[in-house]
Structure formats: structure tokens, C-alpha cells
């Protein structure tokens, strides 16, 4: 996962924090992995302990050589599944304002589960350390409430 968020142009956490989170996040989150059995996708999250009927996702990554095979939106409706499943109601993620691709995953995602994406300002420029790397403002978009499909819907 470290490698693949690198690889990605993600913001990348330390491999220690991925190891981590395989441990204690392993049931909300999913892994795709390519037939040689090397990762081709991931995607991480957890439900809020504020919220508790709201999953947060963290990150999503597809490597760019299984791009165009919609990893990301299997990956996304699984864990929509899932959630729902569990009586989660929401569906949280944060996205800059220029990343068009997540946008529009996170739209076709809420329309074809009968709902809509809620968008609204989270972090500004101002909630960021001032730096070498400049850091985009974060949206938060909100997806529900939603229900669970049965299997052969989706």
C-alpha cells in the first residue's frame, strides 16, 4: 500500500502507518490484487467514532496499470455493500477541489445508490503547516442516507 500510494502521486503515509492500518482497519477497508497476486488497488477507511453511523474513506488507489478496468468503483461499491450491511448510513471522503476523477466516482457512486454527494469546504489552506509542499483545501463530500443492496444488484 506505501508503495502504491507512492506511485500514485498520493500523500504518503509511513509504512509502519499501512502496516497499522491492515491491522486494525482490516474490515473496512479492501485490497485488489493482479493475477500475478502483486496490489493493484486499495482502498482504506474506518467508521467515525463521533459518527457511528458513518464510514470514513481515507484513501483510494489504483495503479496505473490496471487504470481504466474500474478498480476503484468495484472497490467502492463493495464497500457501500458492506457498510450498508452493518446499518451505516453515510459515507464520508475528502477531496480537492481539482481532482475531477474522484468527483465524478464519488457522484456516479451516490446516483447509482438512489442518493446524492453533499459537498461543503473542510480544511482550507489555513489547517495545513506552511511549507516546501503545498497542501490543497480539502472538501468534504457526504453520500446517503443509503441502504443495502442485495449482491445481484450490484
Known amino acids: 500500500m506505501w508503495r502504491l500510494a507512492g506511485e500514485t502521486g498520493m500523500d504518503v503515509n509511513s509504512p509502519y502507518a499501512y502496516t497499522l492500518w491492515c491491522r486494525d482497519f482490516a474490515t473496512t477497508s479492501v485490497v485488489a490484487h493482479d493475477d500475478t497476486g502483486r496490489l493493484a488497488a486499495y482502498v482504506t477507511g474506518y467508521v467515525r467514532s463521533e459518527s457511528p453511523d458513518t464510514y470514513f474513506l481515507w484513501q483510494v488507489a489504483v495503479d496505473p496499470a490496471h487504470r481504466g478496468q474500474r478498480l476503484a468503483r468495484r472497490m467502492l461499491d463493495f464497500i457501500g455493500d458492506a457498510i450498508a450491511e452493518r446499518g451505516l448510513r453515510h459515507l464520508e471522503a475528502t477531496v480537492t477541489p481539482d481532482n475531477t476523477a474522484s468527483r465524478a466516482l464519488f457522484e456516479s457512486f451516490a446516483r447509482d445508490r438512489g442518493t446524492e454527494a453533499v459537498w461543503s469546504p473542510l480544511f482550507g489552506e ?22 443495502a443492496r442485495s449482491r445481484q444488484e450490484a
Open 126 to 147: 489555513e489547517h495545513f503547516p506552511k511549507g516546501d509542499v503545498p497542501y490543497e483545501p480539502e472538501d468534504l463530500v457526504r453520500i446517503g442516507p443509503f441502504e
